[in-house]
């Protein structure tokens, strides 16, 4: 495990702020999220502020630029073009849409639904333009965009950085190994999967 962290905490900082900016920045405003959640890179920026001289702020405030300005770009795609910019999505993107939600979540909760479907990779992902399509006000998407980004990217950021630490005390203290730890990372990649499909196919079967 030291291992693993020492090649991610020896990226260049601007590699890794660039990292942490982008992928957030392309999940809605090109539906990248479907394939790769963005708190991805943003979980590794904050095990990179834990073990480098790269600032936490730092990876917040990418983290938290990029969210807002992809949201915001994604719901002007939805107001200017609706609902078909979502269509014109690959086919292997447009699998793992859940749209049916995402309208709901939005007709029942408007600008709320903005903060409260940022937890959540497929609803992050199609929540922005679906209230652009929907008409949501600008104002409205603003705010909620802006407060859901900055929670997510500072919840994100520092589940990173306390998750490095606590893989560091974990094996000092206790004396887990790095194999015992991967296996139980995994087996955890694995429950939530297994949960994820189960979901879909119940869903689909209703």
Avoid: K
């Avoid at 300005?69 to 849409?97: E, F, K, T, W």
């Avoid at 995402?102 to 909760?109: D, I, P, T, Y």
């Amino acid at each position: 495990m030291d291992r693993v962290l020492a090649v991610i905490t020896g990226l260049p900082p601007v590699v890794v702020l660039a990292l942490v900016f982008l992928l957030p920045a392309l999940e809605s405003s090109t539906l990248l999220g479907l394939v790769v959640p963005g708190e991805t890179a943003v979980l590794v920026g904050g095990v990179v502020a834990h073990g480098s001289g790269l600032p936490l702020w730092a990876v917040i405030a990418a983290a938290a630029a990029g969210a807002c300005i992809g949201d915001q770009i994604g719901y002007l795609l939805g107001r200017r073009y609706g609902p078909s910019v979502l269509a014109r999505a690959p086919a292997v993107a447009r699998r793992h849409m859940d749209l049916d939600r995402a309208q709901r979540l939005v007709s029942s909760r408007g600008a709320a639904a903005v903060v409260v479907g940022r937890w959540v990779a497929v609803l992050r992902t199609v929540v922005p333009i679906i209230a652009g399509a929907s008409g949501l006000r600008r104002a409205a998407f603003g705010w909620a965009n802006v407060a859901g980004g900055l929670v997510w990217a500072t919840a994100v950021s520092l589940l990173g950085y306390f998750g490095a630490a606590s893989i560091h005390y974990v094996e000092r203290e206790l004396g887990i190994g790095t194999h015992a730890l991967l296996a139980v990372v995994l087996l955890a990649a694995v429950l939530a999967l297994w949960r994820r499909h189960r979901a879909r196919r119940a869903r689909q079967d209703h």
